[in-house]
């Protein structure tokens, strides 16, 4: 059909448009907010000596999974350490903790928000199709337009597209609990609230935990792409190395960047595996009560 066609772009850039208009006071607040406590998280990373942090992050690596993850911590900071990618790899971690924050603040309860209601399950779901299968570059143009070029937009199109895993593992684990244990909560007389804190969070966690490491992962790709509108950090520093052809520069960079996604993996996934261990050992406890009572009833 010539001369047919529909005016996508015109759209978007009319709801744009209107958004800036609408919305621009509270984009300012918000992006007053990100920078602040960015800024703020930067400065406690990269104020103490290397050492101390890197005592304070083996430290707990130890208290989640022993000796052999705090040894290989501290020794991968070190290498970040001896290629001069110090100052650089705590800017990326402060970018990458608070978009990631902000990410599972908004996802854990849009997931059970889901998970609870069938009608906002299905409106959530193709918005998050949306958000994981468009290009993270897409999302630069108007985190540009609102919030500047910096660290915010970079944030901000780093939420946006971690977003998704842990709005979908949330509400994966919460409908995977066993419907017996919720009807014995229900049969004590357990308010929803009830059971919602004391019986389908604590079970759905392992599941929560594998859509906060996911949720890491995602914004730790994202670090590249935010470097390109002026975030700093590793991913400032990759830029700059693809600008000067500097294979050297890009290596220790992106080695760097491997290196805290590793550890922050090892660390949520041990996480993750603990309460996993732990939810097992309730979830037996609670149907052994289960059989008992009904035993009870029975003899009666």
Do not use: H
């Not at 800017?91 to 998970?115: E, F, K, R, S």
């Not at 500047?148 to 684990?173: D, H, N, S």
């Not at 357990?190 to 389908?200: D, F, H, M, V």
């Not at 590249?224 to 520069?249: C, K, P």
Request: proline residues 4%; without cysteine.
């Amino acid at each position: 059909m010539d001369g047919f066609r529909i005016p996508l772009g015109t759209w978007a850039e009319a709801v744009v448009d209107v958004l800036g208009d609408v919305l621009g006071g509270f984009f300012d607040v918000v992006a007053s907010i990100l920078k602040s406590v960015y800024v703020g998280l930067e400065w406690a990373l990269s104020t103490p000596p290397f050492w101390i942090i890197i005592l304070v992050i083996a430290a707990i690596a130890f208290v989640v999974r022993g000796w052999k993850l705090a040894v290989g911590t501290a020794i991968g900071l070190l290498v970040i350490v001896g290629v001069d990618q110090w100052d650089n790899a705590m800017d990326t971690l402060a970018l990458v903790l608070v978009a990631a924050v902000v990410a599972i603040v908004v996802a854990i309860p849009i997931g059970i928000w889901a998970a609870r209601s069938d009608r906002v399950s299905r409106i959530v779901r193709p918005v998050l199709d949306f958000l994981q299968t468009m290009p993270a570059f897409v999302y630069l143009i108007p985190a540009i337009i609102f919030f500047g070029v910096g660290a915010v937009p970079g944030m901000i199109a780093t939420i946006l597209f971690a977003l998704a895993p842990g709005v979908r593992l949330t509400e994966l684990g919460i409908r995977g609990v066993d419907p017996e244990i919720v009807e014995a909560g229900q049969a004590f007389g357990a308010t929803p609230g009830r059971i919602l804190r004391q019986i389908q969070l604590p079970l759905a966690l392992p599941s929560i935990m594998a859509g906060v490491n996911q949720v890491i992962m995602l914004s730790l790709s994202m670090v590249v792409i935010a470097g390109m509108v002026g975030a700093g950090g590793l991913g400032g520093e990759i830029v700059r190395a693809i600008g000067r052809i500097n294979v050297g520069l890009g290596f220790e960079a992106g080695v760097s960047v491997v290196i805290i996604a590793m550890i922050l993996d090892r660390i949520t996934s041990a996480l993750g595996r603990g309460d996993r261990a732990k939810n097992v050992k309730k979830t037996k406890t609670a149907r052994d009560a289960q059989d008992a009572a009904g035993g009870v009833s029975r003899v009666r």
